[in-house]
Nanobody, 127 residues
Framework: QVPLVESGGGLVQPGGSLRLSCTTSGFIMERYAIAWFRQAPGKEREGVSCTSSRESTTYYADSVKGRFTISRDNARNTMHLQMNSLKPEDTAVYYC????????????????????WGKGTLVTVSS
C-alpha cells in the first residue's frame, strides 16, 4: 500500500560496519513503530530490531544484541539500522517495516504485526 524504501546495503568485511536507512513519503514515521527484519539465504525471515515512540524500550533479537542499533531521524522521516561488528552470519536481505501506533517487543517482531514493508536491501558480509 505505502512504499518503504531501504538503502545502504552492500559488501562489507567481517568486523566492519554498515548503516541501513529506510524512508517513505507515505506517512509520518514518528507515528509508527519501526522495525527491521532480515532473511538469509535458505532461511526464514526473522525479526532483528524494533522501536516505538509509544514505548521507551527498544527490542533487539539476541543474535544482534550489542552490535546493532535502531534509530529514527524524524526531521528526515527516516529510520536507520547501524550494524557494527558484522559477521558472515549477518548476510541477508534486510527489510524495514512499520505499524501505525505500534509497540515493540518480542511479541511485535513478527511478520503479521506489521502494516507496511519495504522491498529489502542486500547485506553481504565476506572477506
Amino acid at each position: 500500500q505505502v512504499p518503504l524504501v531501504e538503502s545502504g546495503g552492500g559488501l562489507v568485511q567481517p568486523g566492519g560496519s554498515l548503516r541501513l536507512s529506510c524512508t517513505t513519503s507515505g506517512f509520518i514515521m514518528e507515528r509508527y513503530a519501526i522495525a527491521w527484519f532480515r532473511q538469509a539465504p535458505g532461511k526464514e525471515r526473522e525479526g532483528v530490531s524494533c522501536t516505538s515512540s509509544r514505548e521507551s524500550t527498544t527490542y533487539y533479537a539476541d543474535s544482534v544484541k550489542g552490535r546493532f542499533t535502531i534509530s529514527r531521524d524524524n526531521a528526515r522521516n527516516t529510520m536507520h539500522l547501524q550494524m557494527n561488528s558484522l559477521k558472515p552470519e549477518d548476510t541477508a536481505v534486510y527489510y524495514c517495516a512499520a505499524r501505525h501506533l505500534g509497540v515493540c517487543g518480542v511479541r511485535s517482531l513478527v511478520d503479521y504485526y506489521m502494516d507496511y514493508w519495504g522491498k529489502g536491501t542486500l547485506v553481504t558480509v565476506s572477506s
